[in-house]
């Protein structure tokens, strides 16, 4: 039996042996995916720890100084419901300098068939700072997932990148396991606003190459940014991003 399974954690982390799991990036904000294959799915808590190089929003770069220190706590149910919080130093963000950035998550996995699964998942982002220039985020996200390692994901948003517009956002992204312990991963992502403000439309494409031995997990990534948005907190041009994990599971 195979079990595809939306994540929200900031970098790549294995379960215990009856897993394998693997993180279609986030770095921040965003549901790109977890793969799981196994036998049998029970309650399974897991407590990681990992160092970022930044902080990175589908493909935006949002801190300027790194590396950022991460921890997470993550709960899957055998019933499909999972939830998790993961909070991490930030940085700086532009010139706007916080203290801590903490997101929560929240959801319900279910399986199709043995070839296709969908999932819901809510989530909110919490950027606080010591300069006045706190922020959050609230996203819903319908995803659907393949065995095949596709996963497609739509969510709404209430504020990406501090806005105040709402937004429609698609996710799209495809794992290949190359061998035992190295994995790739090709994604896509794409913004529009729902209504008229600050946010303009923005697209991103992503290559990634994971790496995964025991409790020991890493990852590299690199962003493409097509977009032109002037913004209260952000300013964001046509820009290439990279980014690496380096994560390791507690418990």
Known sequence: MWLTKPCATLYAKPMPSSFSKSI???????????????????????????LLSSHISRGVKLSNNGPLASASLEWNADNGIFAGLNCFAAGEQNIESFERACFSFAGLFKPLDNTQAWSIEARRYDYKSSDNADWDNNEV????????????????????????????????????????????????AYIEPIESGQLEKLASASLGLEYQRGLWSSSI???????????????????????WTIGYQIY
């Open 24 to 50: 279609h990036a986030f770095i921040g904000s965003s549901l790109l995916g977890l793969i799981a294959q196994s036998h049998a799915f029970a309650d399974v808590l897991t407590v990681d720890a990992s």
């Open 221 to 243: 990534k690199v962003f493409a940014v097509n977009a032109d948005i002037d913004g209260r907190l952000f300013s964001v041009e046509d820009q290439q991003n990279v980014l």
């Open 141 to 188: 996200s319908l995803s659907w997932h393949h065995r095949n390692g596709f996963l497609a994901s739509l969510s709404v948003s209430d504020n990406w990148l501090a806005r105040d517009t709402a937004s429609l956002e698609l996710d799209i992204s495809y794992r290949r396991t190359i061998s035992e312990r190295f994995s790739a991963v090709v994604g896509a």
